[in-house]
């Protein structure tokens, strides 16, 4: 793995109400082999070429340890914006994994967005954490189907993967959930999709399930994700075109309908589901306690 030179790993200090309450972002990795069709982090703004290829930022742990203990506001790490902390370097190099042993030692929480079941292995350091602060553990899930998600995710495991590793780190008591983002339009957003997606989660003991029924699209992003409509869902590019236009923003037709049903399976089986509850649900108790303690 090549190595790329980082002044500083993590960035922000305001509780973030609009992404799980993180205060703090960690990038430990830069670009992601995961080959996601709809990666937003491929587009011009993130200046990130060569994407699929990972790299490592050079020092990362020792930059991580002297920002973790020095930073005078101490809360939730929130790491898997721009690239998937468990991508495959991450067994070899264990970056990952060293910085959440740094994230233990000096008392911060964390929250983990990834579609790769590696996480299971850091359930002990989850744990750990957990003890002292807050934790939630987020797998995205788009496609309930293993053989759509191949098409659309084709480099990572498999969502029956996923739903096994949810199972896993809820059965150790790790604060688990499913991002449910992108559902894309005219592949992913069919009623049958998202309710299996939210009672295959439920059944593996994902407590709370964050959606989003739709995709964003832009520059060099959008090409992509063009090029792949034309390999594996020939015409859908033209219909995308024809619907969304240049919006940044492509809405599924059936967000309204789908937004209903979802709500309505959601509160039978006690998933919590709105930001600002998901974020209560797992930050409220070392809100109050702990966090003010520091
Ligand atoms: S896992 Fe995330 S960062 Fe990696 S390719 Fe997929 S969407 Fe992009």
Request: charged share 25%; net charge positive.
């Amino acid at each position: 793995m090549d190595y790329l030179k980082a002044k500083t790993i993590l960035s922000g200090y305001k509780e973030n109400k609009e992404w799980f309450g993180i205060n703090y972002n960690m990038n430990i990795y830069k670009g992601c082999s995961h080959g996601c069709i709809y990666c937003d982090s491929r587009s011009e703004c993130y200046r990130v070429d060569d994407f699929d290829v990972v790299r490592g930022k050079e020092n990362a742990l020792a930059i991580i340890d002297r920002e973790l203990r020095s930073k005078r506001v101490k809360g939730v790490v929130g790491t898997g914006a721009m690239s998937d902390p468990y991508n495959p370097m991450e067994s070899i190099y264990e970056l990952t994994r060293g910085a959440l042993k740094g994230i233990q030692r000096y008392g911060y929480g964390i929250h983990i967005s990834t579609k790769s079941p590696l996480v299971v292995r850091d359930i002990d350091l989850l744990s750990a954490i957990a003890k002292k602060a807050p934790v939630l553990v987020m797998m995205t899930i788009t496609s309930a189907d293993d053989v759509l998600c191949r098409k659309v995710e084709p480099y990572v495991s498999p969502s029956s993967e996923r739903f096994k590793a949810i199972k896993q780190l809820s059965d150790a008591g790790i604060p688990t959930g499913v991002l449910m983002m992108p559902i894309l339009p005219y592949i992913e957003d069919s009623p049958e999709n998202i309710k299996e997606i939210v009672i295959h989660a439920h059944a593996n003991g994902a407590k709370v399930i964050y959606p989003a029924f739709g995709v964003t699209l832009r520059d060099r992003q959008r090409q992509w994700f063009y090029d792949h409509l034309d390999n594996h869902f020939p015409g859908l590019k033209e219909k995308y075109q024809r619907q969304f236009g240049e919006a940044y923003s492509c809405q599924s037709p059936n967000a309204k309908q789908l937004w209903q049903m979802f709500e309505a399976l959601c509160k039978e089986l006690g998933i919590v589901y709105k930001m600002e509850e998901i974020i209560k649900s797992y930050r409220a108790p070392f809100d109050e306690v702990q966090l003010s303690f520091f």
